[in-house]
C-alpha cells in the first residue's frame, strides 16, 4: 500500500520555494518598496525544506523497514535517482557556463569546499541534501542510544566549530568562508532532525538537540569569536537552532490548518498550490537560471513585485512540463531497480513523497 501524500507538505514546501525565489529575485530588484531585510527572509525557506525532506524520509524509512530485509539498499538507491541525475545536468550546465571544471563542480567532497560547494547555484543546499541521506541510516540507530542525540549534536557543533577556527588549512576570510560557516552539513543538520523526530513525536530528542546547539553554539561564539556575536560568521548553530524552530512552528500552523480546514484540499487553488509543491526540486534548480537571463542578458528589472510574479511564474510553469524528465523517469526508474536489489519472496511497492 503507498503511502499517502502529506498536503501540509506540499504547501510548506511551496512557501519555501516562494521565499527562496523572493530572496533572490530581491537580491536583483534595484526598485522595491519591500526593505531587502524583509524580503531576505525568504531565504530560510531552505531551512523549512531540509525540515519537510528529514520528515518524508522518516516516513519513508519507516515503511522499507516493515517491507523489505535489506532498507538501506533500497533507501540508496531511490535516494540516488531521486536527486543525482538533475544534479549532475545542473553541473554539466555550470561547467559550460562557468569557468569551473565539471570535476570540481561533482566531485562527491565539493560540497564541503567553501569554493566549490555553490559551483552549482544554490548547490550547497543539495549537497547536504545528499549528505544528509548518506548519513540518515547511522542517524536512525544513533537516535534510540541513550544519549546518543545529544553526543550527535555536540560533536556536530564541535565540527562545526573547527570550521570557524579555520585550523584545516584555509585561513582566510573570504567570502566563501564566511558563507561555510553557516551553509555547511554540520551546521545545517539540525533542521533535517527536526523533521525527523517531529514525525517520531520524539519532542525529547527536539529539545535535546535544540539546547544543544543553542548553548553550545552560543558559548563557543562568546568564547573565541564574541565580536561576530550578532552575525552568523564564525559560528551559526545557536542561529540554525533558533531558525529550525521557526520554520518547525510554521510546519505544525499548516500542519494545524491542514487538519481544520480538510475541505480545502479539494479547492482547485489548493491543487494548484500542492501541484507546485510537488516539483520545487526542479523549481529550485531552473529559477536560478532563468533570473541569470532575466537580469542579466535581457536586463529586465521592473520592480520587485513584477519581476518576482514574472519569475515565479515562468519557473512554475517550466517546472511543470521539464519534471517529468528531470524528476519523474529518474525517480520511476530507480523505483524498478529498486525491486530488483530485494531479497526472493519480499516486494516494495512505490512510496511517494
Not at 535516494?79 to 544534479?87: A, D, K, Q
Not at 539546547?211 to 545557536?238: E, P, Q
Not at 520545487?280 to 532575466?294: A, C, N, R
Request: charged share 15%; with cysteine.
Amino acid at each position: 500500500m503507498a503511502i499517502r501524500r502529506i498536503a501540509y507538505f506540499d504547501y510548506a514546501r511551496f512557501l519555501a520555494i516562494l521565499g527562496v525565489i523572493l530572496v533572490h529575485v530581491g537580491q536583483h530588484s534595484s526598485i522595491s518598496l519591500v526593505p531587502k531585510s524583509v524580503t531576505g527572509l525568504g531565504r530560510f525557506g531552505v531551512q523549512l525544506f531540509f525540515i519537510v525532506s528529514g520528515a518524508t524520509i522518516y516516513i519513508t524509512y519507516n515503511s522499507l523497514l516493515k517491507k523489505t530485509t535489506v532498507p538501506n539498499r533500497i533507501f540508496y538507491i531511490k535516494r540516488f535517482f531521486r536527486i543525482v541525475p538533475l544534479f549532475i545536468l545542473m553541473g554539466f550546465y555550470y561547467s559550460l557556463t562557468s569557468e569551473t571544471a565539471v570535476f570540481h563542480i561533482l566531485s562527491p567532497l565539493s560540497g564541503l569546499n567553501p569554493y566549490y560547494m555553490d559551483a552549482i547555484a544554490g548547490g550547497w543546499s543539495i549537497w547536504n541534501e545528499m549528505y544528509f541521506y548518506l548519513i540518515f541510516p547511522l542517524y536512525f540507530l544513533i537516535r534510540d542510544r541513550k544519549g546518543g542525540v545529544f553526543v550527535l549534536s555536540a560533536i556536530l557543533v564541535l565540527l562545526s566549530f573547527i570550521i570557524n577556527t579555520r585550523i584545516f588549512g584555509i585561513v582566510e576570510n573570504s567570502v566563501h568562508m564566511m558563507n561555510f560557516d553557516y551553509l555547511n552539513i554540520f551546521t545545517q543538520f539540525i533542521c533535517f532532525v527536526f523533521g525527523i523526530e517531529m514525525m517520531a513525536k520524539a519532542y525529547k530528542k527536539i529539545l535535546i538537540i535544540f539546547t544543544t546547539y543553542l548553548l553550545f553554539g552560543f558559548g563557543l561564539k562568546w568564547l573565541f569569536f564574541n565580536d561576530y556575536i550578532g552575525v552568523t560568521d564564525f559560528g551559526a548553530s545557536y542561529w540554525l537552532a533558533l531558525i529550525s524552530i521557526l520554520c518547525l512552528a510554521i510546519l505544525y500552523f499548516l500542519k494545524y490548518l491542514s487538519s481544520q480546514f480538510e475541505k480545502i484540499h479539494d479547492h482547485k487553488i489548493f491543487r494548484l498550490i500542492s501541484t507546485m509543491g510537488q516539483m520545487t526540486y526542479t523549481s529550485y534548480m531552473i529559477h536560478f537560471v532563468l533570473i541569470d537571463i532575466y537580469f542579466k542578458q535581457l536586463k529586465f528589472d521592473y520592480g520587485l513585485s513584477i519581476n518576482f510574479l514574472l519569475i515565479s511564474a515562468v519557473t512554475f510553469s517550466l517546472s511543470y512540463f521539464l519534471k517529468p524528465y528531470t524528476e519523474n523517469i529518474w525517480s520511476a526508474y530507480g523505483n524498478k531497480l529498486a525491486l530488483k536489489f530485494l531479497k526472493p519472496n519480499y516486494s516494495l511497492q512505490v512510496v511517494k513523497e
